[in-house]
């Protein structure tokens, strides 16, 4: 009987392990969309569970052996500058620092840390200097950074911007910049791109770090736009621990799988 148990300790054991890792929605059916698919489209489809998992996006990020796109879909930045270990709310610094195949990051839909001085907070502003991280948010909000000048790699994302005279006056230059909304600046790309979702960006589903501003239709139009002139060449997907996810994330895959998802490398 010790033999059967132990045998069935194991089995449990690698099952739940193999579980953990890909944490497929509890509350998602998504059986009868897989069924129309073929498994070629599902293959690099991962889902990561809760959004405090999304750092583990970082794995499948790393696994890209040529140039290409993250797409980022995040009611927050997730590039929260000057910490050493990775969180959900840093690994897009990670991601840039190790993978250096990443051309750039452009976060659709942020929402949270945007407004006056959060913005350098929850932002890596160095990385938005440099062109390596877009932000494309929600709805038109203003942010202020400390900078003599406004950068060149904003141009084209904000609608306005504005010198604070006075922090000049003392020694502390900084501007104010009113955000285009992501409909206003996304542009066309043609490149292969890697979809990494955050359900927190949608306002019609709940998670632990909160609800963004797109609905779900939003997301999906987004998505489809992108198909047309690029490679999916892999997605992940988290924030999936409420029942409120099942209907966004089942349009996802049904949007996702309607043409071929290629490999990753």
């Not at 009987?1 to 045998?7: D, P």
């Not at 996006?57 to 000057?82: E, G, Q, R, T």
């Not at 409420?242 to 966004?248: E, G, P, Q, V």
């Amino acid at each position: 009987m010790e033999f059967f148990r132990n045998i069935f300790l194991f089995l449990f054991l690698v099952i739940y392990g193999v579980l953990s890792e890909i944490q497929l929605p509890a509350n998602v059916i998504v059986g009868d969309v897989i069924a129309r698919h073929s498994r070629s489209n599902l293959k690099n489809i991962t889902f990561l569970g809760s959004n405090g998992n999304h750092h583990h996006a970082l794995k499948y990020v790393n696994k890209i052996k040529k140039p290409f796109i993250l797409i980022l879909f995040d009611a927050h930045s997730d590039a929260k500058p000057y910490q050493k270990e990775i969180q959900c709310g840093n690994w897009v610094n990670f991601a840039i620092k190790e993978n250096p195949n990443i051309e750039k990051v452009i976060l659709i839909g942020v929402s949270k840390g945007m407004q006056f001085e959060d913005a350098t907070v929850w932002n890596n502003y160095d990385l938005m200097k440099n062109g390596k991280l877009l932000l494309l948010p929600a709805k038109k909000c203003i942010s202020y950074f400390k900078d003599t000048d406004v950068p060149f790699a904003l141009k084209g994302l904000y609608s306005s911007y504005e010198f604070d005279n006075i922090g000049k006056f003392f020694g502390h230059p900084g501007y104010y910049i009113t955000w285009n909304d992501y409909k206003t600046s996304l542009f066309a790309i043609r490149y292969s791109l890697y979809l990494s979702i955050d359900l927190d960006v949608l306002k019609d589903v709940k998670t632990p770090y909160g609800s963004g501003l797109l609905s779900t239709d939003d997301l999906l139009e987004v998505i489809k736009e992108l198909k047309k002139n690029n490679k999916i060449i892999g997605v992940d997907i988290c924030g999936t621990d409420d029942k409120s996810s099942d209907i966004a994330v089942k349009k996802i895959i049904n949007i996702l799988c309607s043409s071929r998802i290629y490999a990753t490398n």
